[in-house]
């Protein structure tokens, strides 16, 4: 089966009371022509019909494969099973977790079980922040901080309740926890569903440049407007997450593959429990194609894609988001790759 | 492979849907569809008419059915339907039959109902995904994370557990009650001998195994999950600890499902691209029954009648077939 054939799973996590119920049910009302499957943790508060609606108990368990980080969802891996003999009544999967969940298992269920990876692919973890809250919850809840540090999408959700340096501080402080995710500010969840489905984060081939969002022109947010507080991120505050954050390492031309991937495999595997996401584009000596990789802790998923261009700048660019994670020596490591 | 083929003797039958089990009813080769119906000879019987069949067992002419509506539904040869379990919308994960009794599963709940039609229920540590009862009195196996607990539904003592680290699938009893298996989330098999709780591991399958079955004498566990079918020794009291296991019908294609005659030491291979063989254990020796037809789907249910005259598959697109062995 194509990639393309694959059912998309999106995994909608957030803190308690952000919004997720109410994006979700925003996504649901729309006149979108989509069959979306719904996997949630309470049934009733979804005040839709005629959407296929499966209740969850998030059992999560550690693999039998001495790798203590690597838990997957059992309940999810019998439910996609179940929902794939209704094949053709729907589109894409919805997984809303609880808010305390931590995103790892929901997405290292699609790395590891064969079976749900040959019918289903993870599409992107979209995470509802409340505006007024998040900033205290990623002092106290360590959930919290997780669900940032996963996100390929921030759902930025009540901004209407804060003052603009409110939201200026919040969102430098997402940004310094995970500066890479796409960011939309929102008002009861008010997105466009473009922005929240049918991301293909995950997607390999699409892993076309890896930079900090707040440096891409955010022409999509349209309360930049109506609140009449855009470009405040070009003068973002920094702030710095003392357990939480992101390395990113460059070096012109190319790696040595010999010396590139035992690095990242033992670097992966020694600090898989600390590092959350990683994600790169590299070039590899005498290697035409681009190589891009992405995991999720100890998960790796790689391959060669798209050649590089005439003219391209072949350059080699990694990232990781994570817990406590040593930046010089990953530095250090990363640049010992060097062809 | 003409003179070894039984192709010729197939008909084919109009399935329609994804065939999750296959079952004889009386005389009456029976389909249960993912879209909630069962096709019993040439009707359609709507089991399930709000939901999808989840999973099936036989219990004598009665084909039992779990559906994602949360009902748990007997059919009996004349197509009619008795409800005889409500979930409430819950999914029925598992299901199992023996001698007029039945269990099954929707998440922890696990329910068993005896012949009388009592129902006992118990709440497993975590989600049940496999149910087997014991050859012997009225005791059921729930596999579910770190183990299998064996419940006596009619005793208020607390089930004895089976522990074994990881996800267990499917559960399965050998023949003669002596020896416990369950399917694993990590590509293996996992036993335990009833009378001393032994451990034995199976393993080195590319793929999670969902199919299994019993020789008729209980001596062989035949295996779905490889690029062979790979049938386990139990005759002896070690069952296949220290032994290795026979493999037949290896092809470069994965097995999906595996069915052993009723009289003989034949199995019934099904593969992921819709072929079909019958594979004799004593010499390997091979009949084709259904050639590849990759574009119809992977063989996803397989059942022999009682007499093992006859065998009906059906595959995940919709496709099904009866073959009548030839007198």
């Not at chain 2, 399935?15 to 296959?22: K, L, M, P, R």
């Not at chain 2, 005759?235 to 005659?261: L, S």
């Amino acid at each position: 089966m194509s990639e393309s054939d694959k059912t998309p799973v999106t995994v909608l996590t957030g803190y308690l009371g952000a919004g997720k119920t109410t994006l979700l049910n925003r996504i649901l009302s729309e006149p979108h022509g989509k069959r979306y499957a719904v996997i949630v943790n309470e049934f009733g508060e979804i005040g839709i019909d005629n959407e296929l609606v499966v209740g969850a108990d998030e059992e999560v368990f550690e693999m039998n494969n001495g790798c203590i980080c690597c838990t997957v969802r059992g309940d999810l891996i019998r439910i996609i099973e179940g929902l794939m003999k209704r094949k053709g009544k729907f589109d894409a999967i919805i997984v809303e977790t609880t808010g305390l969940a931590d995103p790892a298992p929901v997405a290292q269920t699609f790395f590891v079980d064969e079976d749900v990876r040959a019918r289903a692919r993870l599409d992107a973890v979209v995470t509802v922040a409340d505006a007024k809250w998040l900033a205290a919850r990623l002092r106290d809840a360590p959930e919290a901080k997780n669900q940032i540090a996963f996100a390929d999408v921030i759902i930025l959700n009540k901004v209407d309740l804060v003052t603009p340096a409110e939201l200026a501080e919040v969102e430098a402080r997402i940004r310094a926890i995970n500066p890479y995710a796409r960011l939309h500010k929102a008002t009861k969840c008010d997105v466009a569903i473009s922005e929240v489905l049918e991301r293909r984060a995950f997607d390999l081939d699409r892993i076309l440049d890896i930079e900090p969002e707040f440096l891409h022109v955010d022409d999509h947010d349209h309360h930049d407007h109506d609140h009449g507080h855009g470009h405040h991120h070009h003068g973002l505050k920094h702030f710095h997450d003392e357990e939480m954050q992101s390395v990113s390492a460059r070096l012109d031309g190319d790696l040595d593959p010999n010396k590139f991937m035992p690095w990242i495999n033992a670097l992966t595997q020694e600090q898989g429990p600390k590092i959350l996401r990683c994600k790169g584009i590299v070039s590899l000596k005498d290697d035409p194609k681009r190589f891009v990789f992405q995991g999720v802790h100890m998960m790796l998923d790689g391959e060669p894609q798209r050649d590089w261009k005439a003219g391209e700048k072949r350059e080699s660019k990694v990232v990781f988001i994570g817990r406590d994670l040593d930046e010089d020596e990953i530095r250090r490591g990363f640049l010992a790759c060097a062809a | 492979m003409a003179e070894n083929s039984l192709t010729q003797h197939v008909a084919s039958l109009e399935a329609g849907e994804h065939v999750i089990a296959a079952a004889f009813l009386s005389d009456e080769p029976a389909l249960a569809l993912a879209n909630g119906a069962i096709r019993l000879g040439d009707r359609n019987v709507a089991a399930h008419p709000q939901g999808a069949i989840l999973c099936a067992a036989l219990d004598g002419d009665r084909l039992l059915t779990g559906g994602d509506d949360g009902r748990v539904v007997a059919t009996s040869p004349d197509g009619a339907t008795q409800m005889i379990g409500d979930e409430k919308g819950k999914w029925i994960d598992a299901i199992a039959a023996r001698e007029g009794a039945l269990a099954w599963s929707a998440g922890k709940i696990v329910r068993a109902r005896d012949a009388k039609g009592i129902v006992k229920t118990w709440t497993a540590p975590t989600s049940a995904r496999g149910l087997a009862f014991l050859p012997k009195g009225y005791r059921v196996a729930a596999a579910h994370y770190n183990g299998v607990s064996l419940w006596f539904p009619n005793a208020d003592a607390a089930p004895q557990v089976m522990e074994w680290k990881g996800s267990h699938l499917d559960a399965t009893v050998s023949p003669d009650g002596r020896f416990l298996v369950t399917s694993m989330q990590e590509n293996a098999l996992h036993g335990w001998r009833l009378g001393d709780g032994r451990n034995m591991r199976m393993t080195g399958y590319p793929g999670k195994t969902r199919s299994v079955s019993w020789s008729h004498d209980g001596h062989w566990l035949a295996t779905s999950g490889a690029e062979a079918c790979v049938v386990w020794p139990f005759k002896e009291k070690d069952g296949p600890m220290g032994k290795a296991p026979r493999e037949c019908g290896v092809r470069p294609h994965r097995i999906t499902q595996v069915a052993f005659h009723p009289r003989a030491l034949v199995v019934a291979v099904g593969y992921a691209d819709g072929l079909v063989l019958l594979c004799r254990l004593g010499d390997a020796a091979e009949i084709l029954v259904r050639d590849s037809a990759p574009d119809e789907g992977a063989i996803s249910a397989l059942a022999w009648d009682k007499t093992g005259a006859r065998l009906l598959f059906g595959t995940d697109a919709g496709r099904a077939g009866l073959l009548t062995l030839p007198a």
